[in-house]
């Protein structure tokens, strides 16, 4: 109704009435992108690249190359890429970051004479391997050419010094990088190089001003950076004199601060260059108007405001009030330095406890992949931000979609030429350089370039090959680069919309929903702050944010409300320099992630401890499949591994018709069996010797898991009493909360909740809608109801062959914030890959991070509501989140409408606070803040489009909708969107007339998503699904990250049998090779080949019959094609390089997920190959059309 | 004139109107259903025609939503888990406006028939 989320997932009918406004408003919106089209595409050249989308032959949709050739092609361009290979290497020499070996570092530096003002930074710079890299640095920067190289260089040398800032221990090292990553537009002149990395050495605002100059310089356009700088004036300041300012800085961090205030004061003799970043600020109000001055004064002045004015004292230690679970305030505990350290230490232990942790993986790879290796892409991790532009924004030369088919091969190789003559990489980070270069100077006129190109209009029936080389990334939003510095990580918290639409009127047109895909309780290490007083804002809650204005030293002005608050004294002291007067530099202010360690104001209760309760089916079926006996042993092995303190307390119970207590009590010689077999009225028959300290009663709990298995082997009782285990588990649970840990087999038969079997196997491939999606009681739903109240947590293991109804049981876990495991056919012989993956899940869901007595509440600007959520929880008001159990691999989605018109501010933020108490017992505050730019012109907000975030919402909204309504219903909104977007582009934005589909190259791969998405087994009809199985699948897209969801949607793959180590990464001492994404389409395999497809959860190697026998030798170690077995499902650690190089690509896959995947070596001929190919979602498939009929289908309901 | 049976059913309904405006404003959706159902059938039996014609619509969607209401296994219409829904929230206090807005019309239209039946007979 009011997000247009929300209409988009509306029948036709609403649709056409409100395309109609569209058509009507059109005019306005045209003019913009209209003109600057014409208007930037100049530029775009001069960068070398060719406009694509004119020159374009167009390949004729369906009718492609050969199959094989495809990946052909593929390789020898990429060849191309990296022809300039010397120039390259100094190029890689630039990426290295600090936590490299020096070693590596030294023995490059050595032949590159180094920079005089180099050495002035060695005393400055933290880590010395810092230093030798910039000495390497300095030669490219000399030639104009490679000045591409040095801007990536820069925003990792931002990261690096952000660290002293963030936090002094090593923990908090990895995390800094995690934001900043790519942040500067810049193009420094060869001369400001020495002193501009000095200046960043010592303070990290200090350099994008200089850097922004330079573009002006040399390109001699005088564009205004798009900043909206919060700190400009701070960071203009010392670039001006920083030769010898850096000098004096080496000694103390304090000194250096001081000497950046006379940096600002000279601020005024600085002149022109700075005007950049002043144009920044101009560029707030009317983003997007071609006559954003250069001389904008009062960016200076704003910048003079925050970065000099900021740095006095304040006062005022009343800043703080009620917690979010409404506590009220005082204060307490500690707040040294010290024991800052100390507390950051407990946060890295805690968070790398868990085994796959996501974000420091990635920093090792970004600080590891430059170390020595001669030629390389970034990893993807590393492309978080930097390679972004290339995937959605990107520059139209590098249009991934171009590398493939001989067609974009010749188009290409011009603008390659121009590249290698400036030594710039195709592959490597100087992308985001280029397109942060045009973010930099499109302020001037209407869109900035990567605008340009993420509008660039892609005509889907003509271009084929839409996918980038590697996986998309999140686009970067339009921000100053102080901005995007500090932003938080898209892998946390993206949104919809990297640019938010000023009125709701504008987000309807742009046919888009809103919203925001969260990920609060990832891995990460993220600086952990312990104070008095955690400042917020008096009206509206907010915790202080980097993105909150200082007016003065004393007050700061909420960046959510905007109510001037005061700064209460301790806030003044900033602990990481051990300085006073600084309130800008506190950990708070520096990093959009951080966590507080609360005070007893922000409990309702004391810390509760660690409690885990496992409930487990013994029933004949649970016998028969056989889960007791790892369940047993996995536990026992990580028994030590359960996250928790002394405090933990664990309990058993066991059900089939009866429940079975165990009484584990201190001091027996064996554990006790109480059974209660009264499972109509439940109740608990020892009240202190059934939850046990696991620590006085580890021996007891081990001689248990160890008999066990054994007890119930002779079991013939066929029922299954869930409910009244349940409800004794609540009793059991109520006075501690915790997490209830359920494995369940077959459908619950007696007590309460007893459930009958509803699916009708006829019907499963039925095309007319499903029914019984929805729960048949509400028996689980009011039992997780209470169980939220306790801070209960229920995760739901269920390991059925039969149909169990998961849509009623799913409830349990669904709203009391569980998450749900479900393995189809579980049987521990019979089905030895499940058995595995049952394994592996549970040794991480053991061992992995959780959070009891959670609850998360999401603020917005004002004028921005919340409008629905998505994800397990249960919602206790309109922005607040009740969480019993938080845990790190589940993601949350919120909808969002624009209820008042944001004109009055030029940035929209979100900041989600997670409340909890750690399996250590401390309470603490998780805070994202996540900031964006507000637009009033449509092809603004197509150029910010996130294609994949807004798929996966629309996923979450089309789940809701197959529920509410039906499936049927669900499915045609999605196809809706799809028209919607198309028409609503073409009647709004593109003012080419050109017949065909087309969509702004941003939201070129929506389409095909949206089909992926209708041939998931959770929204597809016609083809056979068991009803558990389509509903697991709708869990899973309610819960699941946002890359892990959209590798399970829209799976990667690779062919593996020709990699080579061109575009390798670098890691230690392993080369791990990045081949091509390719589409999934059957066309793209070859007999000759072996193809990889990573489907999130699973790896699926598929081997071609013609496959070399080189690579089914060296990798699989099989002699021939026929004898390779038909279930393989590991790659043997072979000492073949090519075995290496692809066991590395794997691991180097698996790095960053929570779960490890299996893989499954599937052979063309083999049964399971149809597995495989229903991956393939480009392809026509019994029931489902094709892409190309699918987009077919798209234009005639357009032209209806 | 005359205390007929129809004037008191007027007079009935115009009381409860009054504790319906109320409930209509608090969500007390179940009560609210009973009271409405009841003086329906209070019209039906004093054979008032057009004021049970007027009523029918409401008496059929008050139906309507009783039945397709959450599947639920106690009294009550609104689901907690999905009550805090955007949507949900706005719709239901649309209806609440709607129906205070026909309550209060209503009750003034029963005073009028009160006088009316009390008058004319």
Redesign the interface.
């Known amino acids: 109704?009011?997000s247009p989320g929300?209409t988009n997932l509306n029948s036709s009918v609403s649709y056409s009435q409100n395309s109609t406004p569209n058509g009507g408003a059109a005019p306005p919106f045209q003019n913009g992108p209209a003109q600057t089209y014409q208007s930037m595409y100049p530029p775009t050249g001069c960068y070398g690249a060719p406009p694509q989308q004119q020159s374009y032959p167009t390949i004729p949709a369906h009718s492609t190359p050969a199959p094989h050739k495809a990946p052909i092609t593929n390789s020898a361009h990429s060849a191309n890429y990296y022809q300039s290979n010397h120039q390259q290497q100094q190029h890689h020499h630039q990426l290295p970051q600090h936590h490299v070996a020096p070693s590596q570092y030294s023995a490059p530096s050595s032949s590159v004479p180094p920079s005089q003002p180099h050495p002035t930074l060695h005393s400055s710079v933290p880590p010395p391997s810092n230093a030798q890299y910039n000495q390497q640095q300095h030669p490219p920067y000399a030639t104009p050419g490679s000045y591409y190289g040095q801007q990536s260089y820069h925003s990792q040398q931002q990261q690096q010094q952000q660290q002293p800032n963030l936090v002094p221990a090593p923990a908090g090292g990895p995390g800094a990088p995690l934001y900043p990553i790519v942040s500067y537009p810049s193009a420094p002149g060869s001369s400001q190089y020495g002193t501009l990395s000095s200046s960043q050495s010592t303070s990290a605002p200090g350099v994008p001003p200089t850097q922004m100059g330079a573009p002006l310089h040399q390109y001699s356009t005088s564009r205004p950076a798009p900043t909206t700088a919060v700190q400009p004036g701070y960071s203009v300041a010392p670039t001006s004199q920083l030769g010898p300012t850096v000098n004096g800085q080496g000694s103390t961090v304090h000194q250096h601060y001081d000497q950046s205030h006379q940096a600002s004061l000279s601020y005024d003799s600085y002149g022109r260059v700075t005007h950049s970043s002043g144009g920044a600020d101009a560029d707030r109000p009317p983003s997007g108007t071609p006559s954003t001055s250069v001389h904008s004064s009062p960016g200076h002045h704003q910048g003079v405001q925050y970065g000099y004015v900021a740095n006095s004292g304040a006062s005022s230690a009343s800043a703080t009030t009620s917690g979010p679970a409404a506590a009220p305030l005082s204060s307490s505990s500690e707040d040294d330095d010290d024991d800052e350290e100390e507390d950051e230490e407990a946060g890295g232990d805690t968070s790398s406890s868990s085994t796959g942790s996501a974000s420091p993986v990635p920093n090792s790879y970004d600080s590891l992949e430059g170390g020595n290796y001669p030629d390389s892409m970034p990893p993807s991790n590393d492309m978080t931000n930097q390679a972004a532009p290339y995937g959605s924004y990107g520059y139209p030369s590098m249009e991934p979609a171009y590398q493939q088919g001989p067609a974009s091969h010749t188009d290409s190789s011009p603008s390659h030429d121009l590249y290698s003559q400036s030594s710039y990489q195709q592959y490597s980070q100087p992308f985001p350089n280029l397109s942060q270069l045009s973010a930099a100077l499109g302020g001037l006129s209407g869109v900035p370039e990567l605008e340009v190109e993420a509008l660039r209009p892609v005509n889907l029936l003509q271009e084929r090959n839409l996918l980038p080389p590697r996986p998309l990334e999140a686009p970067e939003p339009n921000l100053s680069p102080d901005l995007k510095k500090v932003n938080c990580s898209p892998h946390t918290f993206r949104c919809t919309l990297t640019s938010i639409p000023q009125t709701q009127a504008l987000l309807n047109k742009a046919r888009l929903p809103l919203g925001l895909l969260l990920h609060p309780f990832r891995d990460l290490q993220l600086p952990v702050i312990t104070s008095n007083t955690i400042v917020r804002c008096r009206s509206c809650r907010t915790y202080i944010n980097p993105f909150v204005t200082f007016l003065d030293q004393r007050r700061w002005k909420c960046n959510l409300c905007y109510r001037v608050n005061d700064v209460p004294d301790e806030f003044m002291y900033n602990p990481v320099t051990r300085s006073y007067g600084e309130p800008h530099k506190r950990p708070e202010v520096q990093n959009s992630t951080v966590e507080f360690i609360a005070s007893s104001d922000y409990m309702l209760r004391p810390p509760q401890p660690a409690a885990y309760l496992f409930v487990l089916d013994v029933s004949h079926n649970a016998v028969e499949a056989g889960y007791l006996k790892y369940f047993c042993e996995l536990l026992l092995d990580n028994l030590d591994k359960l996250p928790g303190d002394t405090r933990t307390r664990v309990g058993f119970l066991t059900f089939d018709n009866t429940i079975h207590f165990y009484n584990l009590q201190e001091g027996l010689s064996q554990p006790q069996m109480l059974v209660v077999s009264d499972i109509d009225d439940v109740f608990i028959p020892s009240h202190d010797s059934l939850m046990v300290n696991l620590k006085e009663s580890k021996e007891l709990v081990k001689d248990l898991l160890t008999s066990l298995p054994a007890m119930f082997s002779q079991s013939r009782e066929t029922h299954s009493a869930l409910g009244p285990a349940l409800q004794a588990a609540f009793k059991l649970m109520s006075p501690t909360g915790g997490r209830v840990t359920v494995f369940q087999t077959q459908l619950p038969t007696l007590g309460a909740g007893a459930l009958q079997s509803r699916e009708d196997p006829n019907q499963r491939s039925s095309t007319k809608g499903v029914q019984h999606l929805?729960?048949?009681?509400?028996?689980y739903?009011?039992l997780a109801?209470d169980c939220s109240g306790q801070q209960i947590g229920v995760d739901l293991f269920l390991l059925s062959s039969q149909y169990a109804d998961l849509a009623s049981l799913s409830c349990i876990s669904?709203?009391s914030a569980g998450s749900i495991f479900y393995y189809p056919s579980f049987h521990y012989i019979h089905n030895p890959a499940q058995l595995e993956k049952f394994q592996r899940d549970l040794e991480r869901y053991f061992t992995r991070k959780i959070g009891f007595e959670a609850v998360m509440r999401i603020r917005c600007t004002k004028g921005l509501?919340?409008?629905?959520?998505h994800g397990n929880f249960?919602?206790?008001?309109?922005d607040l989140l009740s969480l019993a159990n938080v845990n790190p691999d589940s993601a949350f989605a919120v909808?969002m409408?624009i209820e008042d018109s944001l004109a009055d501010s030029s940035l929209a933020c979100f900041q989600a606070a997670l409340l909890y108490t750690s399996s250590k017992g401390k309470r603490r505050i998780r805070v994202h803040t996540l900031c964006l730019p507000v637009v009033n012109q449509l092809s603004d907000v197509y150029a910010g489009a996130d294609v994949q975030a807004v798929t996966c919402l629309l996923a979450n909204m089309a789940i809701d909708r197959s529920i509410s309504s039906s499936l049927s219903d669900a499915r045609d909104a999605l196809v809706n969107a799809v028209v919607d977007l198309v028409s609503a582009y073409k009647s709004n934005v593109s003012n080419l007339q050109q017949s065909g589909l087309v969509v702004p190259a941003a939201m070129r791969l929506f389409p095909v998503y949206i089909l992926s998405l209708l041939k998931q087994k959770a929204l597809r009809t016609g083809t056979s699904t068991r009803l558990d199985e389509r509903v697991f699948a709708m869990c899973e897209f309610k819960t699941q990250p946002l890359q892990q969801l959209m590798r399970m949607v829209h799976p990667d793959l690779y062919r593996l049998d020709n990699m080579s180590d061109q575009g390798a990464l670098h890691l230690n001492d392993t080369v791990v090779p990045q081949p091509h994404l390719l589409h999934l389409s059957a066309e793209r395999l070859s007999r000759d080949g072996a193809f990889l497809m990573d489907c999130g959860y699973v790896f699926y190697l598929w081997i071609g019959k013609c496959c070399s026998e080189v690579f089914i030798r060296d990798v699989l170690g099989c002699p021939n094609y026929a004898s390779i077995p038909p279930n393989m499902s590991h790659i043997p650690e072979l000492e073949t390089p090519l075995s290496e190089r692809v066991r590395a690509f794997l691991d180097w896959l698996q790095d960053n997920r929570a779960f490890s995947s299996m893989i499954h070596i599937v052979k063309d001929d083999a049964s399971a190959k149809a597995t495989f190919f229903q991956h393939l979602v480009e392809d026509r498939s019994e029931s489902a059309s094709s892409y190309y009929e699918f987009l077919q289908h798209i234009q005639q309901q357009m032209s209806k | 004139m005359a205390f007929t049976f129809a004037a008191f059913c007027y007079m009935l309904a115009l009381l409860l109107t009054a504790a319906l405006i109320f409930f209509a404003i608090w969500h007390l959706v179940l009560p609210e259903y009973l009271i409405h159902f009841f003086f329906c059938v209070m019209f039906f039996c004093a054979a008032e025609w057009l004021t049970l014609c007027l009523n029918l619509p409401l008496l059929a969607y008050h139906v309507w939503r009783y039945m397709s209401r959450p599947v639920m296994s106690c009294p009550g219409l609104y689901d907690p888990t999905t009550i805090m829904n955007a949507d949900i929230l706005a719709f239901c206090q649309k209806e609440g406006w709607c129906k205070l807005a026909f309550y209060l019309l209503s009750f003034f239209y029963y005073l009028y028939g009160m006088i009316y039946v009390l008058v004319s007979s």
């Open positions: 109704m009011s929300f929805g729960p048949a009681t509400d028996f739903k009011k109801l669904k709203y509501s919340i409008h629905t959520f249960f919602v206790r008001s309109t909808q409408s």
